[in-house]
T-cell receptor, first 114, second 120 residues
Framework: ELKVEQNPLFLSMQEGKNYTIYCNYS?????LYWYRQDPGKSLESLFV?????AVKQEGRLMASLDTKARLSTLHITAAVHDLSATYFC??????????????FGTGTRLTIIP | NAGVTQTPKFQVLKTGQSMTLQCAQD?????MYWYRQDPGMGLRLIYY???????DKGEVPNGYNVSRLNKREFSLRLESAAPSQTSVYFC???????????????????FGDGTRLSIL
């Protein structure tokens, strides 16, 4: 059974600082997704990481995937208040083509303090 | 762009009542999913439909049934609601295969706005 663990679960950081959220998973997978969820809202796709060594960047967020270590990171650079949200990683547990059944981590609630 | 539409947005039920949550997508996706989200937890897969005409159990299927009515619509039914089913329910869809047969898709799942369900 695939297990996905995120840490930290809660993160409070000051504006302008850098930090990293970690996502570890227990079985072989080469596909990982990052989502953002604002309170009371739906999930918004941030990044799709499709292979070992994949790196994606959007604004102040950068995500990477190391399939050998079964680890993905979401790095926040010079945080701003608008980045306050809960961030989820999700791992594709399917080994066949096109199987997009995901297992989600428990989420990291990020609060940016002015 | 409508994307994934869920109805209703809020519902309160009494224990033992039944109800159906509706989900429709207009992106011509072949795969659809139902998740539940409980406080402090990630999303857990209830059922999914990899393509029209097929459905499969996810991690927490007990107490639920699903119907893939057509390519656009995927409904979730609670036959006899229990307080443990109080949750936020999300429907999602994705295009499961790439443009070439056998090619894996690089698309994420797209989520609806959720149904907040309380069972008393």
């Amino acid at each position: 059974e695939l297990k996905v663990e995120q840490n930290p679960l809660f993160l409070s950081m000051q504006e302008g600082k850098n930090y990293t959220i970690y996502c570890n998973y227990s079985t072989t997978s080469d596909r990982l997704y990052w989502y953002r969820q604002d309170p009371g809202k739906s999930l918004e796709s941030l990044f799709v990481l499709l292979s070992n060594g994949a790196v994606k960047q959007e604004g102040r967020l950068m995500a990477s995937l190391d399939t050998k270590a079964r680890l993905s990171t979401l790095h926040i650079t010079a945080a701003v208040h608008d980045l306050s949200a809960t961030y989820f990683c999700a791992v594709d547990e399917g080994s066949n083509f096109g199987n997009e059944k995901l297992t989600f981590g428990t989420g990291t609630r990020l609060t940016i303090i002015p | 762009n409508a994307g994934v539409t869920q109805t209703p947005k809020f519902q309160v039920l009494k224990t033992g009542q039944s109800m159906t949550l509706q989900c429709a997508q207009d992106m011509n996706h072949n795969s659809m999913y139902w998740y539940r989200q409980d406080p402090g937890m990630g999303l857990r897969l209830i059922y999914y439909s990899a393509s029209e005409g097929t459905t499969d159990k996810g991690e927490v299927p007990n107490g639920y049934n699903v119907s893939r009515l057509n390519k656009r619509e995927f409904s979730l039914r609670l036959e006899s609601a229990a307080p443990s089913q109080t949750s936020v329910y999300f429907c999602a869809s994705t295009q499961r295969t790439g443009p070439v047969w056998g090619q894996r898709s690089n698309q994420p799942q797209h989520f609806g706005d959720g149904t907040r369900l309380s069972i008393l």
